[in-house]
């Protein structure tokens, strides 16, 4: 939520600002700015709107040059998204510039403060109050003579940024530069992510690795309270919450090229087609067909451990919590074990009581949702054992977790998730089974569950070649206003999560329910008009979803329903089919998603919806 990029060496840095929030943007779009330091003044330039519509365009017909910059990419908080409110804001002096990721929760009683001293503010922001406030400490600093740097101990700008940080409550992840000191730029973190890159003669500070990889692979992952003065060839650490600062240097993984979108017309539209291959991913070097069973490397528990827990809790948000409830049949039906599943806002907030060996399991994608990271401190405080299902190596949530496992997805950029749903899922599959394992799941079950397991990216290929198919019914549906989807058991998360997608790209409105509830309520909307998907494999439940797909046909309704190869019943009752491999019941998640996906994708392209870049929403949401 926010992009903040920030360079300073001796390349220009506008076009590494500019190419770096164009990586960012799927952190907030609805503005975008750049201050650059230029013959020792600040340039600064702003523009609502998308970076290529917007920033760019402006900063192409008005270029600005020097060495020394950032940029920030915006998802409004205070204030609606305008060039007044785009980031980079200056303090009253128009000195210092600040970028700003996060939520400054006493902004008001700042601005307040200021405001009776004289100050004018020209946006309606909490982060123009911050750099007021930053910059009242630089010119306390500069007036109590403590203001000159010898060239050891802490900058003066680095100082000022700290005493500034003790005033403040809430989220942030910041740079700051100022004129005085050309030289010199300060990041900061507490609560949103921000990570240091280091090059040769020049460094970067980043919201994340994908706004930097192509310049330097050699990255710190700031903490909480870290406070960092760059120079071109030095840096350093502060921290505001003990007095030696430790940081340690790591390598970024990802292939720049994993970012890039390709030969697709959408970052989506390129991840759909991944899945194939982020499925081996997952799964690889993590199946013991021997002992049929999985294991994973960054457990951080033995054997006897994971034997006692009597309770697991999962707690995620959006499509990530999808994936839990999918996990939570899994995990009850391959082990035994009750799970409970928390939408990650409410569970930190909820004084539930929770068992003593309870596991709590976190799944996110980004690493970085405030929400989910807030579920993980309490559970930790509380005493529990966190293990965290993650995307993105190095991230907050991958770091703080007392152990877990990576998707190993690459870089998923499209706004709306995917690729991380299907390897989620995935990975929860793999869980269930090394839990199952160690309690009651024969070693012949473990067997048949890896055989159903490997043989399902081949069959994700084979849901990819229908793909013109799939096309070809989203086009008749385009038109709809109003969309249900119902799947009984396993199938029901993935029926939220069809509707989620629906939702999240084309703002069509769409339902998710279990398919026998569909009668308590929902059905009173059903009309030759509202469409029903539903997800009718040939399963133990077959027969019972059937009479659900005729209630939903005797009122009328359009049905697209998908089906298992070989049942040409279906064909006679429904208006589109879409044929689906056969697997075991329980992986079947991992097949019916992927049409849902290529379904929301084609109408909200056929809509005209900026696919990549849905209104209102950010891919990585670090405010609460
Ligand atoms: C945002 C994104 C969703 C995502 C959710 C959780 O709302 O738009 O696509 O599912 O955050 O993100 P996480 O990174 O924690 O999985």
Redesign the pocket.
């Known amino acids: 939520m926010c992009g903040i990029i920030g360079y300073i060496g001796k390349q220009q840095a506008t076009p590494i600002l500019i190419e770096g929030l164009r990586r960012l943007e799927y952190r907030g779009y609805d503005s975008a700015g750049v201050a650059v330091l230029q013959n020792r003044e600040l340039a600064t330039r702003k523009k609502k709107g998308k970076i290529d519509e917007g920033l760019a365009k402006l900063v192409q017909a008005n270029p600005i040059y020097g060495q020394v910059g950032m940029g920030h990419t915006r998802w409004a908080t205070h204030g609606p998204p305008t060039d007044e409110n785009s980031h980079p804001h200056l303090d009253q002096s128009g000195k210092l510039a600040v970028v700003h990721n996060g939520v400054i929760e006493n902004f008001d009683s700042l601005k307040e403060r200021f405001l009776e001293e004289g100050h004018t503010f020209k946006s309606a922001t909490d982060t123009e109050v911050l750099a007021h406030l930053i910059g009242h400490h630089y010119d306390e600093l500069m007036k109590s003579g403590k203001g000159n740097w010898t060239g050891e101990g802490t900058h003066p700008l680095a100082q000022a940024v700290m005493n500034a940080l003790r005033e403040v409550i809430g989220t942030y992840g910041i740079g700051v530069i100022c004129t005085d000191h050309p030289g010199v730029m300060v990041g900061a973190r507490r609560g949103s992510p921000l990570i240091v890159g280091v090059g040769e003669g020049e460094h970067f500070l980043a919201s994340d690795a994908s706004a930097i990889v192509s310049h330097t692979r050699t990255v710190i992952y700031l903490k909480d309270y870290d406070v960092v003065t760059l120079f071109p060839d030095k840096f350093k650490m502060d921290s505001l919450g003990s007095e030696v600062a430790s940081f340690q240097l790591s390598k970024i993984e990802f292939d720049a090229d994993a970012a890039e979108r390709g030969k697709f017309a959408h970052y989506m539209l390129k991840e759909i087609f991944e899945q194939p291959k982020t499925v081996q991913n997952a799964i690889r070097g993590r199946l013991d067909a021997e002992d049929g069973t999985a294991k994973f490397g960054g457990l951080n528990m033995t054997t006897a451990e994971l034997r006692a827990i009597d309770q697991i809790v999962i707690t995620?948000?959006?499509?990530?919590?999808h994936a839990a409830l999918v996990g939570e049949y899994l995990i009850e039906e391959f082990a035994h074990i009750p799970v409970e599943v928390e939408y990650a806002s409410e569970f930190r907030y909820r004084n539930a009581p929770i068992e003593k060996n309870t596991l709590v399991l976190v799944?996110?994608?980004?690493?970085?949702?405030a929400d989910?990271l807030a579920g993980l401190r309490e559970s930790k405080r509380r005493g529990h054992r966190v293990l965290s299902i993650c995307?993105v190596v190095g991230s907050t949530i991958a770091r703080e977790a007392d152990g877990g496992i990576y998707l190993h997805a690459g870089p998923e950029i499209g706004?709306?998730?995917t690729k991380?749903f299907v390897s989620q899922v995935s990975v929860l599959t793999m869980f269930a089974l090394m839990m199952g394992r160690i309690r009651m799941l024969s070693n012949r079950r473990g067997s048949q569950i890896i055989k159903a397991l490997e043989a399902i990216p081949d069959q994700i290929q084979k849901i990819l070649d229908q793909s013109e198919e799939i096309k070809r019914i989203a086009l008749k549906y385009a038109h709809a206003e109003d969309f249900f989807f119902l799947g009984r058991q396993y199938n029901f998360p993935v029926a939220l999560e069809g509707a989620l997608k629906l939702k999240?790209i084309s703002y069509i409105h769409a339902e998710g329910y279990p398919a026998a509830e569909m009668k308590h309520g929902p059905i009173a909307m059903i009309d030759e008009k509202t469409p029903t998907v539903i997800l009718a494999p040939t399963d133990a439940l077959y027969e019972k979803t059937f009479s659900n797909l005729e209630e939903i046909k005797a009122r009328k309704g359009p049905i697209i329903a998908l089906a298992t190869e070989g049942n040409d019943r279906i064909k006679e009752k429904v208006e589109d089919v879409i044929y689906l491999p056969a697997t075991w019941e329980p992986l079947h998640p991992l097949l019916a998603v992927i049409p849902l996906q290529l379904l929301s994708y084609y109408i909200a392209v056929a809509r005209g919806c900026d696919v990549d870049k849905p209104r209102n929403?950010?891919?990585?949401?670090t405010v609460e």
Not at 363 to 369: A, F, V
Request: some cysteine.
């Open positions: 995620a948000c959006g499509t990530s919590w799944i996110t994608q980004s690493g970085e949702t989910t995307n706004v709306a998730s991380a999240e929403l950010a891919k990585s949401v």
